[in-house]
């Protein structure tokens, strides 16, 4: 039987700090080579991605996760080296053990040892990138690219990033909400505190501009989402001269949208809202938007039946379905396939001495063999 607490230690000693694969990838390569998966390096820009399949049959089943993490940060406060992947009271410590390597490592060993065991009447895939944590563009996207262009393709996936906000089972994520960000400047002419008749100040335009966003309620929730949320992140002047009227000034919002708008809706109100308020100050304003992830839903239906099915049996807590948190590779695999996020307690996730429950490892391989399981056997 392959070991998911085992395998975790070992991914978590790969210094797999974004974009670097720190021997990661390598590992998961000949592990699975090693055990029947045809394995594919599909690298792109700099990012190491795995592919690696089991079977030719049909239906498909894919697994999707990254073993890029974020910095460890101040070394001292870490209680154990954040690249050790020490056991202590029960819990695996280190940089990736909740955000995922230990997700990695469950649904690998489960595949490993699920079509070892009893061979499925079907086809595993798995899709493993190191760029998640990073710019996102080089590293699922490139497997699903290289996938089309091959003619892979999965019937349903299920990615293992960590969903439970602090009990095992208590959450499936069928969804995320959109994300995106818009970038102003404004912009005028430079003067004189004491004469401010002689300046254009772009300050009053972008404080109006910002408390009409800020005020503006986008909509009451959807079926699947909540309302959707519009962040002031940063204003930034860089004026050190209290006598100064600045030339220009910039500000940064972020928005997570529901289903009751798209990234066009949203641009095109920001635009009309940042040119009202530098029409109303004769000033300029200047709109950059960008957009990392649109909102998606997985519909309820068999599919999250069969993962609700297998936590409940594994772990005795129904899961509820829901659509909250930020955005995930599940937002690119959604035009791929239906798509549904489970893992473990995302509590300590990014933070100082990060780290996970083994028995939840364990447990979470369990309820990913179980569902294997009943989704190659279902009638």
């Known amino acids: 039987m392959t070991d998911p607490v085992a395998l975790t230690a070992e991914l978590i000693r790969c210094p797999s700090v974004t974009p670097a694969e720190g021997g990661a990838i390598a590992l998961l390569e000949a592990l699975l080579g090693g055990t029947g998966f045809v394995t594919n390096r599909v690298d792109r820009g700099g990012i190491a991605n795995l592919f690696a399949r089991w079977g030719d049959a049909a239906p498909v089943f894919g697994f999707n996760g990254h073993t890029d993490v974020v910095p460890p940060g101040d070394l ?9 992947g020490v056991i202590e009271n029960g819990a695996i410590h280190g940089r990736g053990a909740a955000d995922m390597k230990s997700g990695v490592a469950a649904f690998v060993a489960a595949a490993i040892d699920f079509v070892t065991l009893s061979p499925p009447d079907g086809s595993l895939i798995l899709t493993i990138t190191g760029d ?3 710019d996102g563009v080089d590293g699922t996207l490139a497997l699903l690219d290289w996938m089309a262009e091959t003619g892979q393709r999965m019937d349903h996936c299920l990615v293992g990033e960590p969903t439970c906000p602090s009990v095992m089972g208590e959450m499936v994520k069928i969804g995320r909400r959109g994300s995106l960000t818009a ?9 004189h505190a004491a004469y401010p008749e002689r300046a254009r100040n772009p300050l009053p335009a972008l404080v109006r501009l910002l408390d009409r966003l800020a ?3 986008l909509d009451k929730g959807t079926g ?10 940063t204003i930034d002047t860089g004026n050190p001269a209290s006598n100064v009227i600045p030339a220009e000034a910039r500000a940064t919002v972020n928005i997570r949208f529901n289903d009751a ?21 004769r000033v300029g304003i200047a709109t950059r938007i960008s957009v990392s992830g649109e909102s998606f839903v997985t519909e309820p239906g068999p599919f999250t039946d069969l993962v609700v099915g297998a936590i409940e049996a594994e772990t005795g807590v129904r899961p509820t379905l829901s659509t909250s948190g930020g955005t995930s590779d599940a937002r690119f695999v959604k035009d791929h396939c239906p798509v549904v996020e489970f893992g473990l307690v995302g509590a300590t996730m990014h933070q100082v001495n990060e780290r996970v429950e083994v028995a939840h490892i364990e447990q979470l391989k369990a309820i990913y063999t179980r569902l294997l399981r009943d989704y190659f056997t279902r009638k």
């Open 224 to 233: 699947h989402f909540d309302p959707s949320t519009l962040a002031l992140t």
């Open 76 to 84: 001292q406060a870490w209680k154990h080296d954040p690249f050790e």
């Open 261 to 281: 708008h798209t990234p066009a809706s949203l641009s095109e109100w920001l635009e009309k809202e940042a040119d009202l308020a530098a029409a109303e100050f």
């Open 132 to 134: 998640e944590e990073g």
């Open 215 to 217: 005020a503006r309620r």
């Open 183 to 191: 970038h102003f400047t404004a912009y005028g002419a430079q003067g």
